[in-house]
């Protein structure tokens, strides 16, 4: 088979059976030397492996399998370390090609093997450290330095969101994506998460936290960051995706980010589908001046998010500790920074402050793409990727807040009064006047029925709609009741007054209705007529269906009332009353409200006055109870 040559073509491939599990780097090289062509650089190959700037001689005597793994950890990775160095596009390739090589022979002994213990990688495939760099074009004479654009971090999460909605199976990966773009941790940390890492709010704190032991990362330290709401609402939204999928989640592993399958994500499946996500111009070479539409792998999304920060301005320690980076030496302080140790979950302002900023940023250029207006923002507290994906031409699912009421926290948002906009009235449609909230009294008990109603009457009031509501309501009950919470003064003084149920109201039979009684239920049911003249000659009108007015002069309201008891009563002296005393509101010869004047403006009688309302009240409570014990019916009379 034909030598590797700078960047790929045919290779060598081993006939000798190895377990790429067991059997080294070196060995592996080896063979490879043994099986190649009389004419095959030997030592040249080799030494790319041994020498001592080899980005592979710390591998070379551990198992291959294990070079290949290193793959799946950005930062331990030797070919992308290499590329991030090397500035020599020849170099680049040539090392892209070794690794290319082993590649194809480990797969070659997997497809040949009949080991239960390997037969996962058939399945799975092989991981491929290839699959994390891009192959440099010929003509680059330099190594590509990549330069990320900030400003189409909007595009990149609407074109993720448009494949997840298109390729439904990617969802998990696609959360997982969303979590690395405003994390900007390294690979691992993001698909081995556990799913216990999002951390409920200790009391004081400003936010919930997130935890991930040293297990789960490369420098065996902990992350321990307080997450913003978008965070929160990212890793939320995938908890509860997998409680919808899974619903006993002890049958599934502990992990943030699972498959339909309820298994981890595979390896690579984050670059695989970065590869897949086209962003014109995102990156640029910057020798070359020439652009690519897509990320070259899942670490970018580390130094994406880092590019971001730092064209905001952000501090690099700053940056480095929302990674969960351990910065333990600081200047001038000696060993300080390693006394520090903050409770998990416990973060105050300062703390989130910057994970908040950053996320707001990159959640805000989203808002941009799906033309939200900039008074708001897509709300944090809802599942983003499965509203979105769920959406259609005619339902958009998409929540949306004000900036201004700000993020949250809970994930399924409960209506609140911030919520509900009440109605603003047309001008005109409002009645001007000052008015007693009776929304939580007691309202009296009554029945009215049409009889109680003239011809002409019930056709005025259905004409203004009402009908239906004064049909045949009439009591069950046909023995003697009591009448509850009904001033008996409201039958004459003008007022609609409601007193508390009385021990002492008397006996009354059961059908009875007092002129307040219906003053009090039409008042509720029909305004409109009460303020017409017909209403207002109704023989309900005088009982209390009063309406605001204005101010009024006393005395013209005694003058019209003098005139009205004297065209009435044929002259004032027939009464009890002389034409020089007062005339009250409570005066048995006035007839309520009228077109002319109102009774209630006339001021009140003195207590111990023969004519007073306290009088009256008892000479109305004895009339009630004889009436009752004599089993009368009809209307109470007017005194």
Request: hydrophobic share 35%; proline share 6%.
């Amino acid at each position: 088979m034909a030598a590797p040559t700078g960047g790929g073509g045919k290779f060598t491939i081993i006939k000798k059976k190895f377990d790429p599990t067991k059997t080294t780097l070196r060995e592996v090289v080896e063979m490879y030397i043994n099986e190649s062509k009389k004419d095959f650089k030997k030592d040249a190959y080799r030494s790319k492996f041994t020498s001592q700037n080899s980005p592979y001689k710390e591998f070379l005597d551990k198992p291959v399998m294990e070079f290949l793994e290193s793959s799946l950890d950005d930062e331990v990775n030797p070919l992308l370390k290499f590329y991030d160095t090397n500035k020599s596009t020849g170099s680049r390739r040539n090392y892209y090609s070794l690794a290319k090589g082993i590649e194809e022979n480990v797969q070659s002994q997997i497809d040949r093997s009949t080991s239960k213990e390997l037969a996962h990688f058939k399945v799975d495939g092989i991981p491929k450290l290839t699959n994390s760099v891009i192959l440099d074009p010929k003509p680059g004479q330099r190594a590509l330095r990549y330069a990320f654009n900030h400003l189409k971090a909007g595009e990149f999460q609407l074109a993720l969101l448009k494949h997840a909605k298109k390729n439904p199976k990617d969802i998990p990966v696609v959360r997982a994506t969303f979590a690395a773009l405003h994390l900007g941790f390294r690979t691992n940390e993001i698909q081995n998460m556990p799913a216990t890492a999002l951390f409920p709010p200790l009391e004081g704190s400003v936010a919930p936290g997130i935890f991930i032991s040293g297990d789960f990362t490369k420098m065996d330290a902990a992350i321990d960051i307080p997450a913003s709401s978008h965070v929160h609402g990212i890793l939320t939204s995938a908890r509860e995706s997998n409680k919808k999928r899974f619903g006993d989640l002890k049958n599934v592993p502990n992990l943030m980010f699972l498959t339909d399958e309820g298994k981890a994500l595979p390896k690579g499946a984050i670059s695989d589908l970065l590869k897949k996500i086209k962003v014109p111009k995102i990156i640029q070479d910057k020798q070359t001046g020439e652009y690519l539409d897509y990320f070259t792998s899942a670490y970018d999304m580390r130094r994406y998010n880092s590019t971001i920060a730092y064209k905001a301005r952000f501090p690099l320690q700053v940056m480095a500790q929302m990674k969960g980076r351990a910065i333990t030496s600081m200047v001038g302080a000696g060993s300080e920074g390693v006394y520090p140790s903050p409770m998990t979950a416990l973060y105050d302002e300062v703390d989130l402050e910057p994970h908040e900023k950053l996320s707001t940023i990159i959640h805000n250029q989203l808002n941009k793409k799906l033309n939200v207006a900039n008074e708001n923002t897509l709300a944090s507290n809802q599942d983003l990727i499965e509203n979105y994906t769920k959406s259609t031409a005619n339902n958009n699912l998409l929540q949306v807040t004000t900036k201004a009421e700000g993020q949250a926290y809970n994930v399924t948002p409960q209506l609140t009064d911030k919520d509900f906009k009440a109605p603003a009235l047309p001008e005109g449609e409002t009645i001007d006047g000052d008015f007693k909230d009776i929304t939580n009294e007691t309202k009296p008990i009554t029945s009215v029925s049409k009889e109680h109603f003239t011809d002409e009457e019930l056709k005025a009031l259905k004409e203004i709609g009402i009908d239906e509501d004064i049909d045949d309501v009439k009591p069950k009950a046909k023995g003697p009741k009591k009448l509850k919470s009904i001033d008996p003064f409201a039958i004459a003084a003008g007022g609609a007054g409601v007193s508390e149920i009385l021990d002492d109201t008397g006996e009354l039979v059961g059908e009875e209705i007092t002129q307040s009684t219906i003053a009090q239920t039409l008042a509720k049911t029909a305004p409109k007529l009460a303020q017409t003249a017909l209403g207002k000659a109704l023989p309900v009108a005088g009982a209390g269906i009063i309406f605001p007015t204005s101010p009024t002069n006393v005395d013209e309201i005694e003058g019209f009332a003098r005139k009205d008891i004297d065209t009435r009563f044929g002259g004032i002296d027939q009464m009890d009353t002389s034409q020089e005393k007062q005339i009250f509101r409570d005066d048995p010869r006035l007839q309520g409200a009228t077109e002319m004047y109102d009774p209630s403006e006339l001021p009140r009688r003195d207590a111990d006055d023969s004519l007073s309302d306290e009088a009256y009240r008892k000479r109305f409570l004895e009339q009630s109870r004889t009436k009752a014990s004599s089993q009368l019916r009809g209307f109470a009379q007017p005194r």
